[in-house]
């Protein structure tokens, strides 16, 4: 059973404790999130956050529990708040004795006057439905406690409540039923196998949130607390609380049985590894990829091109928690890792169908807002991204049928670029080379853009974005022959682009690659990792002495142990930590800040290169740690750039939990196919 073990000397650290964060996803896009301590640091923190059939939005619906013991006379509190002038209000962390995730679900152990509380979360998978467990070990009986703090709002927003407005609090069979507001989706939280439920009816002000004010952010909530359950609890006996917004015949109330299906579901996760199923690292970024596959429903807009296609979101990725949706370029870069490394190839092809049938245009959805906002088509790279999602398929499973569904969507990627599409997207006739760019887009992964203050501009012709061209011209060519489709004029803008790739892109002076050319001011010789996507493709444009000395550029100045860096720290223009206000982190976000999912081109790089798979193993070795740090069990999305690489961001990012697992695997069962030099 792969665990990880939280000590007490950080759950007795207060400020260590609070750093450290828990996710358990529904598979719906819905989760229970919080610190290891059960104290909320976020407004996406909650025990019962919904997605709600038919809509894209998530809801905060069981913010917390206020946990009390009872023991003789004496009365033990296990909870943790922060509010003003006083963090870790009533002090419940002092009791806690160990957190741990047994396979990726969260246990907390509390000691109390000799006795052991155990809790456990878990979700139904795809239901919104959370149980919280708590279980008795010891020789004496207690009384145990539980208040509801609850909510109703999107994720996004903050509730404040008002001393003449509270829920309107229903008793139902087995606990209680609760309705913020009329029009509003009732949720019932109900004691299994039965408690006393005491209604109270009053509300908590001023709950601190200290990661939202650190992000700038408003941070301060009030909550409902509706009432409270009370249950007497005997040595070796357990009280489940079930929060859950679904019908009842679709509520598992045998909190076991609930228990016992999602540990096998997670078991069988694992197995899918094969022979690495033993493999604990592999094993926890498993479970942690199966955090990011979701079912969600979403039709286009009406009248648009898509919507008469009939195409509908099903299942899809979401790029990162807790404020992500599905983003097209980061689904088609996590994709391989998060399902074929982790032997799941049949929801790769159910995916990859999903999103082939929504490209317009010949452009991929940059993301798929939440509800009242149009599908977003402003990615030069997405498209590019999803050919190589296609070859890494279709080398995995030899899936001709996939291949000749959705070859006619491929086709029309490339024939939207070279005649010229949305955004400036087009092939310079001369070179061959793609240019993309328009006054307030940002195209590439480096999107950053505050107001009309554009961070990094990209405008022109990046490097990844034509290393990415070329390959996907190479990949047409090869798909069109094997169906017995023209390859005119393909061949010829792929042999332009070859001769001209390296002479355009080449820095002499620097010994790398500029990052883009025919900018707006020029070429940039900004030294950043975008070049290391054109040297980790197949299909080369470089020399293997030009190949390396990228390689080695890119070692000296942007590799750290946790990914690499966005700039070089000799630019001026470098910001070593990711932090601050939306302003202060949008301008440093690709201004120096390391992002881990750029170590999977770079060890692709290392491998083609130089056939060395053990340093490329031991370059992951510190995702080990990271996994008991942050988002427990998972990967963050960035880290700061400099020591000790803080990290920063996401808990738990798709392409960085991805990207690891994939090259992981790859260099533990990698088979050189050249001499190293």
């Keep these: 059973m792969p665990t990880l073990v939280i000590s007490r000397a950080i759950c007795a650290n207060l400020e260590a404790a609070l750093d450290r964060e828990w996710l358990v996803t529904n598979g719906l896009g819905g989760y229970a999130s919080s610190t290891i301590v059960g104290a909320n640091t976020r407004r996406y923190h909650g025990l019962l956050v919904a997605a709600l059939p038919g809509s894209r939005d998530r809801l905060v619906l069981l913010s917390k529990i206020e946990e009390e013991v009872d023991l003789g006379d004496h009365t033990y509190y296990l909870s943790v708040n922060e509010y003003p002038n006083a963090a870790g209000h009533p002090g419940g962390f002092v009791h806690l004795e160990e957190f741990r995730l047994e396979h990726g679900l969260p246990v907390c152990r509390f000691g109390v006057a000799g006795m052991t509380l155990e809790k456990r979360v878990w979700i139904a998978h795809e239901r919104n439905t959370t149980y919280i467990s708590y279980h008795l070990i010891g020789s004496r009986p207690l009384v145990l406690r539980l208040g509801l703090l609850t909510n109703y709002r999107s ?3 903050l509730t404040t409540g008002t001393s003449d407005r509270g829920f309107q609090v229903e008793a139902v069979e087995g606990g209680c039923a609760i309705q913020s507001f009329d029009g509003a989706t009732p949720y019932r939280v109900l004691a299994v196998p039965g408690a006393a439920f005491h209604p109270v009816g009053v509300w908590y002000w001023h709950f601190i949130y200290r990661r939202e004010r650190e992000r700038g952010m408003d941070y301060t909530e009030d909550l409902y607390m509706p009432g409270h359950f009370e249950a007497h609890l005997e040595p070796g006996e357990s009280l489940t609380l079930v929060a859950t917004t679904e019908p009842a015949d679709q509520v598992e109330l045998d909190a076991q049985e609930s228990w016992e299906r999602e540990v096998n579901r997670r078991r069988g996760l694992i197995a899918l590894l ?3 199923r033993e493999d604990d690292f592999a ?25 008469a ?3 509908e979101i099903d299942e899809t990725v979401v790029a990162g928690y807790h404020w992500f949706t599905d983003w097209g370029r980061d689904t088609a870069i996590a994709l391989p890792g998060l399902t074929l490394s982790c032997g799941r190839p049949d929801e790769a092809r159910r ?15 940059n993301r798929f807002p939440e509800d009242g906002q149009s599908v977003e088509y402003n990615s030069v790279d997405a498209p590019l991204w999803l050919f190589q999602t296609v070859d890494r398929y279709l080398s995995e499973t030899s899936d001709r049928s996939l291949l000749e569904e ?3 969507t491929l086709r029309q990627i490339v024939e939207s670029y070279a005649r010229g599409t949305l955004h400036g997207i087009g092939v310079d006739p001369i070179d061959g080379l793609l240019s993309a760019g328009e006054p307030g ?21 990046p490097v990844e974005v034509n290393a990415l061209w070329y390959n996907a011209l190479r990949l047409i060519i090869r798909w069109s022959i094997e169906l017995g489709c023209a390859t005119a004029p393909f061949v010829e803008l792929a042999e332009t682009i070859s001769r001209s790739f390296a002479q355009r892109f080449w820095f002499e002076a620097g010994g790398y690659l500029y990052d883009v050319v025919d900018g707006e001011n020029g070429d940039d010789a900004s030294l950043r990792p975008n070049q290391i996507i054109a040297v980790s493709l197949p299909h080369a444009l470089l020399t293997r002495e030009q190949a390396l000395r990228v390689l080695v550029t890119v070692e000296r100045k942007l590799l750290t142990p946790v990914g690499l860096r966005t700039l070089s720290p000799d630019d001026p223009r470098f910001v070593p930590r990711y932090q601050g206000d939306r302003r202060q982190r949008d301008a440093a976000y690709h201004m120096g800040p390391v992002w881990p999912w750029l170590l999977g081109p770079y060890a692709d790089a290392c491998l083609r290169l130089r056939c060395d798979s053990t340093a490329v193993g031991r370059l992951l070795l510190p995702f080990q740690h990271h996994l008991t740090e942050a988002g427990v069990g998972s990967i963050s999305e960035v880290f700061d750039a400099v020591k000790p690489h803080t990290p920063r961001g996401c808990i738990a990012q798709a392409w960085s939990v991805a990207e690891v697992l994939r090259i992981w695997r790859k260099a533990k069962h990698f088979k050189c196919k050249r001499p190293s030099p």
């Design 283 to 307: 094993a926890h970024l498993a479970l942690a990829a199966d955090q990011f596959l979701i079912r969600s429903p979403l039709r286009p807009e009406n009248g648009s091109a898509v919507a």
């Design 155 to 157: 994720i996004h927003a």
């Design 274 to 276: 094969g022979e690495d």
């Design 441 to 461: 887009f940002v195209l590439t992964w480096m999107d950053a853009k505050i107001d009309d203050w554009v961070v990094t501009p990209r405008s022109g012709k």
């Design 309 to 311: 296609r009939g195409a």
């Design 351 to 365: 995916i990859l169908r999903t999103w082939a049938a929504f490209v317009h245009e010949g452009l991929l959805p």
């Design 406 to 408: 959705i070859y006619p």
